[in-house]
Antibody
Framework: EEQLVESGGGLVQPGGSLRLSCAAS????????VTWVRQAPGKGLEWVSV???????YYADSVKGRFTISRDNSKNILYLQMNSLRDDDTAVYYC??????????????????WGQGTTVTVSS | EIVLTQSPATLSVSPGERVTLSCRAS??????LVWYQQRPGQAPRLLIY???TRATGIPPRFSGSGSGTDFTLTISSLQSEDFAVYYC??????????FGGGTKVEIK
């Protein structure tokens, strides 16, 4: 079964750092794009970052320069290193696999496997 | 960045009713539009991709339509487990990926 399990969330002071982990099983992270998506309390979904199968990385403007996405291919784990944390980074952080379908002869992207989420609270 | 606007923000409906949710893009996303369902306390769940293709295991009462800038998610007969928040998301011009603000479907 394809699965993602996040860990590493917790309470951190403003300006602090935290590293989230996303352990994948049932599929190799090196063969897929994987994203981080967050959800502030009572709010909607916000895309954070993506790492492509070939290793390219991209970030939302709100986290660029502060967050770093990476992966350990041997352990099949994704990471999100979060530095200079701010109050508005408080959220549940989900990792999600970007899948690819081929109905109607065209490739379509979607997020088909999601973790259960890990909660990050930034507060003094 | 492509902005997705969902309407209405909240929809109060009775079980068995037909429900239509709207998602409008600030510029064309072709058919690169995805719908997710999120129940309270749970991660989002993929419903529809490519604007109209149901994901594996999604019941046929869920259907998606539209292309360009205007999209619709229809639930033909609302079941109790369908009360949730629904998000649209575009994969047309990314990164960045963008989500709509969500539509909450609540019990009337």
């Amino acid at each position: 079964e394809e699965q993602l399990v996040e860990s590493g969330g917790g309470l951190v002071q403003p300006g602090g750092s935290l590293r989230l982990s996303c352990a994948a099983s049932g599929f190799p992270v090196t063969s897929n794009y994987v994203t981080w998506v967050r959800q502030a309390p009572g709010k909607g979904l916000e895309w954070v970052s993506v790492i492509y199968s070939h290793g390219d990385t991209y970030y939302a403007d709100s986290v660029k320069g502060r967050f770093t996405i990476s992966r350990d291919n041997s352990k099949n784990i994704l990471y999100l290193q979060m530095n200079s944390l701010r109050d508005d980074d408080t959220a549940v952080y989900y990792c999600a696999r970007v899948g690819l379908g081929l109905p109607r002869g065209i490739y379509w992207f979607y997020m088909d496997v999601w973790g259960q989420g890990t909660t990050v609270t930034v507060s003094s | 960045e492509i902005v997705l606007t969902q309407s209405p923000a909240t929809l109060s409906v009775s079980p068995g009713e037909r429900v239509t949710l709207s998602c409008r893009a600030s510029q064309s996303v072709s058919s690169n539009l995805v719908w997710y369902q999120q129940r309270p306390g749970q991660a989002p769940r993929l419903l529809i991709y490519g604007a109209s293709t149901r994901a594996t295991g999604i019941p046929p009462r869920f259907s998606g339509s539209g292309s360009g800038t205007d999209f619709t998610l229809t639930i033909s007969s609302l079941q109790s487990e369908d009360f949730a928040v629904y998000y649209c998301q575009q994969f047309h011009n990314w990164p960045p990926l963008t989500f709509g603000g969500g539509t909450k479907v609540e019990i009337k």
